[in-house]
């Protein structure tokens, strides 16, 4: 498989836009990432602890880091990315297949 992928020219279309889809896919997990930690640091909620001094029980609030959001928006992100990526790679392989039947019109043509 790893010689045909280091010879240009010889590689299906499919192929290739294969290749670009799973190479896309891994990398929008970086900004996916960064977008949920971005999230996670940057948005609050109030939890309510409570504590016991001098045998009364006291309820207080205290600011905490919203690590579902954090989550939520990293995998939101991630799904939605990987979705307008598959659309962008079955328009690459839409024009290469395009290009290779103009091609191979035009090969025709000259033979």
């Given amino acids: 498989m790893l010689d045909r992928f280091l010879d240009f020219g010889k590689m299906e279309a499919i192929r290739i836009a294969e290749y670009l889809f799973w190479v896309g896919t891994a990398l929008s997990a970086i900004p996916s990432f ?14 309510e602890i409570s504590y016991i001094q001098n045998g009364e029980q006291w309820f207080t ?9 954090g989550i939520g ?8 990315s990987i979705f ?3 659309i962008v790679c079955e328009v690459l392989y839409l024009a290469i297949r395009c290009m290779e039947n103009y091609l191979g019109i035009h090969r025709e043509k000259v033979n």
Avoid at 34 to 47: I, P, S
Avoid at 61 to 69: C, D, H, T
Wanted: glycine content about 6%; proline content about 3%; aromatic content about 20%.
């Fill in 84 to 86: 307008i990526w598959k």
């Fill in 34 to 47: 960064m977008l949920g930690k971005y999230l996670y640091m940057t948005t609050t909620y109030n939890k």
């Fill in 73 to 80: 928006g990293a995998v939101f992100t991630f799904l939605v």
């Fill in 61 to 69: 609030y205290k600011q905490v880091n919203n690590l579902p959001l």
